[in-house]
Each structure stands twice: as C-alpha cells, then as structure tokens.
C-alpha cells in the first residue's frame, strides 16, 4: 500500500471541524477507496484550547497557518479560514509554492486570485482543488472541469446562494415579509449578523465568476458582474409573480453572447413548471447548457458543515487517488495561461423577457400614457393587470406589465419616462424573465 496521505487543515470553524471528523470517522473506507491512508497530521487555528467536538491530538499544532503551508510535514494543505486576502490567501500561495497540494472552499480567495494561483498550481504540477467553494455539496466543479469533455457550454446558471433561496421560498409559502424571513434566516444560523455579502449577491457573483472560467475559458472577472440583490422584493411581486405563473428566484447566470460573455446576479422570474422553480429552501441548483448534452441539471444542499466537508473530502480523496508522475488536468479546465481575457456584453443590450409593476396615480389618462411609452421603445406587452394598490390606497394603483422579449435599454428608457411623466407613487420594479426548462 502507498504511503499515507498527510494532510493539514486551516480553519477549524464548522466545516474545519467536520472535515476532521469525516476523516477520522472514515478513516476505513476512505483508506479502501483510495489504496492509502488519510492522516490529518497537522491543523491551524485561533484558539487551541477551544472544544471541536472531534480530537486532534495526534495533529501538531501551528499558531499561523503560513508557517504551516511551508514547514509542516504535509502532502495536502486545506484552507478552511476564508476571506480574499490576509492568512488565507498568504497560506495558499505559500502552500502551493512549496509544491503541495492544495484544497480550499474559498470562493472569494478564487474569485479574486484564482487564475493566479492556479498558474503557479500549475508550473509546481500540483493540485489547485476548490470543488466546495461553489454549491457545496455538488458535484458542479468536477462535472464542467472532468465530465464534460468536448462538450461547448451556451449557458451556465443556477441558485447558488441558499440564505437567498430560504428566504424568496419562505416569502411564497407563508406570506411573510422580506425583513421576517431575513431575521428568522438569522435565528435558524441561515443567514449572518450582517446579511449583506448574500442578499445583495456578492456571494452568488464570486461563485458565478467560477463558473464563468470553466464554461467559457476566461479569466475570472467577478468584478463585472451585473448585480442586484433581493432585499427590494416585496409581497407584491411574489403574489403577482404566481398570479403569471412565476416563481422568483435570485439567479447567477452567464452566457455567450455575439458581444462577449454575460454575467449577471439578480432576481428572475422562471415559470413555476420549470424544474428549478422546484428548487427550495437552501438547497442549490446548478443548470449547464450545452452543443451536446443538452441541459444538465445538478441539485443539492448548498452549504453547511457536512455537505462543505463531503465536497472538501472528496477533493483530498481524489489527491489521495493520484500517484507520482501523474499528469493533472489545468485548474480551471484550460492552463492558466491559456484563459482568455474576459470580454464583457453590454447589460443594456440583453433581450429578453420583463416583469414590470408599477404603483401609479389612480387619475384619467395614466394608463394610455404607460402604453404610450412601451410604444415609444418599441416594447410588445404580452399581458397588462390593473388593479388597487392596496385596501389604504384609494387614490393609487397596481399596473403590471409582461413584456415579449425586448432588450433592458428599451425597458429602461420607458420606465423612466414614465417616471418623469410623475405617473408614479413609488419605486418602479423590474425583474427579469428567464428561459428555464
């Protein structure tokens, strides 16, 4: 049998803790699968005097992480610390450069020094693994980098942040408002003390921005990505939305377009009959668009100790699989530096589908004067619902608009005209309508 595989672990927080655990409680099966065994023979953290729930004694112990990557006596360095820069990233780099293999679930690490990193992954004939830092528990990376070969990818996109999904499902199902679920999100350890990094989107862009890289072969630019978050949906649009035969969802989504590559994070209706509508809770769902399979869809729990870790284990385990001399495929599907520049579409230009509601003055020649500006930017309604604003608002109403496919420019022209014309009693909202099978 091959000598045992030494790994070492920074960052013992909730998913640190569970990669240690699932090591050590499938230590038998793991040294099965793999023809050697899985050692952790070295760990890092803040505190070690703080109560994991899994003993490390047998690990030696390093107060900093970096003197870890280069001195322990290690084949396998996992960063578990998160954040862009700082110990995580000095960790990595350091790791890598000392020529051991690293794995991590950092999305934001990746998003901001991914090809980077992966350049030197590279000239060190190392592996750069990093299945858990998008969806969690799916098996997404090792599907677009391994599985899909030959195939030319159209279109990625998915649900990939689940404190997001939680809350938009919780909206539906229970009439709540965004503020109650956010906070009950908060309770049940969804969603953080500061929630902004997922209700805006941040989150869903560096995984998106990932994703990107390995469909397109670009480098990753998770600074230009169109991004709105969802902290304006309202009960409004969650009732209108299933009124249409909406469900809505905060997407990430990339596509090929004739001006470049689209990346865009925002709030999308899909018709409730599509199989991503039926994706709740936390759970994440990735959808890959393809010239040869088809539509491939990949479901699954998004996040959390256990499915993290699995996802982080399965990486160890395929280094634990490898043997010297053995020729690793490129970090993001293409070497490093063959990954294209990033050329970004024009958001103003993307054609599609659009929800509109706008809340309006309940006077004479408000409604022509709406249609007039639709006609004016050559925008085809596909359906137009008026009704009252609400039991204490008389003197205004409701208007919701459906769009045929147009592009955001026109819809963003006519919507603010019609702010202009003072039509309007509040923000308008517009919410993209997405094609999903």
């Excluded at 360095?77 to 995580?88: A, M, Q, R």
């Excluded at 998008?134 to 030959?150: C, D, F, H, L, S």
């Excluded at 009439?175 to 989150?203: M, N, V, W």
């Excluded at 809505?248 to 590559?261: C, D, F, H, Y």
């Amino acid at each position: 049998m091959a000598e045992a595989l030494r790994v070492g672990i920074a960052g013992l927080g909730t998913v640190g803790a569970s990669v240690a655990r699932v090591l050590r409680d499938k230590a038998a099966e793991l040294t099965r699968q793999c023809g050697r065994e899985v050692v952790v023979s070295a760990v890092s953290a803040r505190d070690p005097k703080r109560d994991r729930g899994v003993d490390l004694g047998a690990a030696k112990w390093f107060d900093d992480p970096v003197r870890m990557a280069q001195t322990a006596e290690i084949d396998v360095f996992v960063e578990l610390i998160g954040g862009d820069e700082g110990p995580s990233h000095s960790s990595v780099k350091a790791a890598l450069e000392a020529g051991r293999h690293v794995v991590t679930a950092n999305k934001a690490l990746l998003a901001k020094h991914g090809v980077a990193l992966a350049e030197t992954a590279e000239n060190k004939g190392v592996l750069l693994n990093y299945e858990a830092a998008v969806a969690g528990g799916i098996p997404v990376i090792k599907t677009m980098r391994e599985a899909m070969a030959g195939n030319s990818v159209t279109r990625v996109f998915g649900i990939l942040n689940g404190t997001c999904n939680y809350i938009l499902t919780r909206m539906e199902a229970e009439g709540l408002s965004f503020d109650d679920c956010l906070k009950d999100a908060q309770r049940l350890g969804y969603a953080e003390a500061d929630p902004t990094f997922d209700i805006e989107g941040h989150d869903t862009a560096h995984k998106l921005s990932i994703l990107t890289s390995l469909a397109f072969g670009t480098r990753i630019a998770a600074n230009d990505i169109y991004m709105e978050g969802i902290s304006n949906i309202s009960q409004a649009d969650i009732r209108a939305a299933g009124d249409l035969g909406y469900r809505i969802k905060l997407l990430g989504v990339a596509q090929r377009t004739e001006s470049g590559i689209e990346q865009r994070v925002h709030p999308t209706m899909v018709p409730t009959a599509s199989v991503i509508a039926q994706v709740h809770g936390v759970t994440n769902a990735v959808a890959i668009e393809t010239d040869i399979l088809g539509e491939l869809l990949l479901s699954g729990p998004g996040a959390g100790g256990n499915a993290t870790a699995s996802a982080v284990v399965g990486d160890i385990a395929d280094i634990a699989k490898s043997r010297p001399g053995f020729q690793h495929g490129p970090v993001f599907g293409l070497p490093a530096k063959e990954l294209r520049p990033y050329k970004k579409a024009q958001m103003r230009s993307h054609a599609g589908g659009y929800f509109i509601r706008l809340t309006v003055h309940d006077r004479i020649g408000v409604f022509a004067a709406i249609a007039k500006r639709m006609a004016d930017n050559e925008i085809s309604l596909e359906s137009i619902v008026q009704h009252a604003a609400g039991p204490d608002t008389a003197l205004q109403k409701t208007v919701i608009l459906v769009t045929h496919e147009t592009t955001e420019a026109a819809v963003r022209k006519a919507v603010d005209g019609i702010t202009r014309d003072d039509h309007l009693t509040d923000k308008p909202q517009v919410i993209r309508i997405e094609r999903a099978e």
